[in-house]
């Protein structure tokens, strides 16, 4: 089995920065694919960074520049630093992997709100 638990997230105005931590346990397929993801009202879920084994990771393009995304192999926890927040940065983000996601599991998710 495997858990993932999403933290930090929270109302912040635009402009403003969070942290997002998500602790992995548990059977966890490769740290090192870990990724983050998110749901935006009314919208499919994307991902918008992720760990990659051949180069530097990978942003959408609408974050890159303003998120960062870092992992703690020791504590299996990987974080989302997002900075310059902008309201459609609202949503819902997970963190998880492909091998993760082929087994439909999804943790709960942290809700970042961006909004004045």
């Known amino acids: 089995q495997v858990q993932l638990v999403e933290s930090g997230g929270g109302l912040v105005q635009p402009g403003g920065s969070l942290t997002l931590s998500c602790a992995a346990s548990?059977?966890?397929?490769?740290?090192?694919?870990m990724g983050w993801y998110r749901q935006a009202p009314g919208k499919q879920r994307e991902l918008v960074a992720t760990?990659?084994?051949?180069?530097?990771?990978l942003y959408v393009d609408s974050v890159k520049g303003r998120f960062a995304i870092s992992r703690d192999n020791a504590k299996n926890t990987v974080y989302l630093q997002m900075n310059s927040l902008k309201p459609e940065d609202t949503g819902v983000y997970y963190c998880?992997?492909?091998?993760?996601?082929?087994?439909?599991?999804w943790g709960q998710g942290t809700q970042v709100t961006v909004s004045s």
């Open positions: 760990f990659t084994s051949v180069s530097s990771p």
């Open positions: 548990g059977r966890i397929f490769n740290i090192n694919a």
């Open positions: 998880n992997s492909p091998r993760i996601i082929s087994t439909g599991y």
